[in-house]
């Protein structure tokens, strides 16, 4: 089955500075990957996602790059502020689900922007 | 749209009661997921249910298990409850598969 690993577990960075979070998966089959962003106490709410005839995707100050061959996406967050600290969640959805369901989660990322 | 609305918030329960937990689907969407999350395992699918199928189901015990209705709300049960149940319990909706998922505020539980 489908195997997410994320990377970092923890990541802290100054305001203004750039965030990278990293996912690798293992289906060649999968075909879409979206991230979440879950404040404590909240929801995770989807921030972005990119399907796989797409290389990369851009909203505003996050970003989004697929490199297939690799079988490996990132997330890129420029000029953080305070309110992107959170956790962030990659996944990635193999076709027909089974008993992993239709997304694959990673382990998760807390990012931490100090003023 | 109204977004993805789960009841009720917070449970305590003891062990060996049984437990229902309701998910109400943004209108349209007929696929509702369930996840467990906690703090060492993160987001894990409990199963998915489509037009009031069961379409994909994880790996967890039998006492987990869900039906959802006509109107695509979807509640799923846990028997014979446990210490290690205590999760936040999360449904999520989406318009196909794959596609996005909308998640609902979640149902903390906690198994005394």
């Known amino acids: 089955g489908e195997n997410v690993e994320q990377h970092p577990s923890t990541l802290s960075v100054q305001e203004g500075d750039s965030a990278v979070i990293k996912c690798t998966y293992s289906d060649s089959a999968s075909n879409y990957f979206p991230w979440y962003k879950q404040e404590l106490g909240k929801r995770p709410q989807l921030i972005i996602d990119i399907r796989s005839n797409v290389g990369e995707k851009k909203d505003q100050r996050i970003a989004v790059t697929l490199n297939k061959t690799a079988k490996h996406f990132s997330l890129h967050i420029t000029e953080t502020q305070p309110e992107d600290s959170a956790v962030y969640f990659c996944a990635a959805s193999p076709p027909g689900g089974g008993s992993q369901g239709n997304l694959i989660f990673g382990k998760g990322t807390k990012l931490s922007v100090k003023p | 749209k109204a977004g993805v609305t789960q009841t009720p918030r917070y449970l305590i329960k003891t062990r060996g009661q049984q437990v229902t937990l309701s998910c109400s689907p943004i209108?349209?969407?007929?696929?509702v997921s369930w996840y467990q999350q906690t703090p060492g395992q993160g987001l894990q699918f409990l199963f998915e249910?489509?037009?009031?199928?069961?379409?994909n189901k994880g790996n967890f015990p039998g006492r987990f298990s869900g039906r959802q209705f006509s109107n695509s709300r979807s509640e799923m049960n846990v028997s014979t409850l446990e210490l290690g149940d205590s999760a936040l319990y999360l449904c999520a909706s989406s318009l196909f598969t794959p596609g996005e998922q909308y998640f609902g505020p979640g149902t903390r539980l906690t198994v005394t």
């Open positions: 209108s349209g969407h007929r696929s």
């Open positions: 249910y489509f037009s009031e199928t069961q379409r």
